[in-house]
């Protein structure tokens, strides 16, 4: 099965600053994601590419939405339709009129998979947030008292264990940080405590 979108332009420049409502984005969520554990990674990821806007960016509310609506609905399509990821939610926003910049990082937050290479500031960041979150959120799980005194060490010793988390790419992880220019451990140090926050 091949996940290849065969494409690599998203959506229509003439919708740019289009994006959903917040009612709009949480219907797509509730219908299309019925796997709480999903939707709880979705929501991490979600609040992660938030945080990076606002924080970061000193990004405009506006932004930071737009930011947060891509992780929120990266993985829309996962839960129902693995075969049609993450073309059907690609198409549902293009047929929304979606700024393209959202559908894009979408698009792109698994190359290998989808042949889309992560481009802008916005696509690298979801790209390296998907799997570093996910690891991080499984070894949370396996501490006494999940999230609360979680070091960056402890991650780093997680990510040297090859079954901790097997399915969890090391290497799109060492590809993001990269291609985001940014050192694992800061990016590390930065999603321990936003992530705890989201329940
Ligand atoms: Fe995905
Ligand atoms: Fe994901």
Same mark, same amino acid.
């Given at each position: 099965?091949?996940?290849?979108?065969?494409?690599?332009?998203?959506?229509?420049?003439?919708?740019?600053?289009?994006?959903?409502?917040?009612?709009?984005?949480?219907?797509?969520?509730?219908?299309?994601?019925?796997?709480?554990?999903?939707?709880? !990674?979705?929501?991490?990821?979600?609040?992660?590419?938030?945080?990076?806007?606002?924080?970061?960016?000193?990004?405009?509310?506006?932004?930071?939405?737009?930011?947060?609506?891509?992780?929120?609905?990266?993985?829309?399509?996962?839960?129902?339709?693995?075969?049609?990821?993450?073309?059907?939610?690609?198409?549902?926003?293009?047929?929304?009129?979606?700024?393209?910049?959202?559908?894009?990082?979408?698009?792109?937050?698994?190359?290998?998979?989808?042949?889309?290479?992560?481009?802008?500031?916005?696509?690298?960041?979801?790209?390296?947030?998907?799997?570093?979150?996910?690891?991080? !959120?499984?070894?949370?799980?396996?501490?006494?008292?999940?999230?609360?005194?979680?070091?960056?060490?402890?991650?780093?010793?997680?990510?040297?264990?090859?079954?901790?988390?097997?399915?969890?790419?090391?290497?799109?992880?060492?590809?993001?940080?990269?291609?985001?220019?940014?050192?694992?451990?800061?990016?590390?140090?930065?999603?321990?405590?936003?992530?705890?926050?989201?329940?």
């Amino acid at each position: 099965m091949s996940l290849h979108l065969g494409r690599t332009t998203f959506g229509n420049i003439i919708n740019k600053e289009n994006v959903l409502s917040k009612e709009e984005a949480e219907k797509i969520f509730t219908t299309w994601v019925l796997n709480p554990k999903l939707r709880l !990674h979705m929501k991490q990821v979600a609040y992660l590419m938030k945080c990076w806007a606002a924080e970061k960016l000193n990004a405009t509310e506006t932004t930071q939405w737009k930011w947060e609506m891509a992780g929120l609905l990266h993985d829309a399509d996962w839960d129902q339709w693995p075969d049609l990821h993450c073309q059907k939610i690609i198409e549902e926003l293009e047929a929304r009129n979606i700024d393209p910049e959202i559908i894009r990082a979408i698009a792109s937050h698994g190359h290998t998979h989808f042949g889309v290479e992560p481009e802008t500031e916005m696509d690298k960041m979801l790209y390296a947030f998907d799997e570093l979150s996910g690891l991080i !959120h499984a070894y949370s799980l396996m501490r006494p008292n999940g999230y609360e005194g979680m070091e960056v060490k402890g991650v780093n010793k997680r990510l040297k264990e090859k079954i901790f988390a097997a399915n969890v790419s090391r290497e799109d992880i060492n590809d993001a940080c990269q291609r985001a220019n940014i050192a694992l451990n800061d990016l590390i140090a930065f999603i321990i405590p936003r992530q705890a926050m989201v329940k």
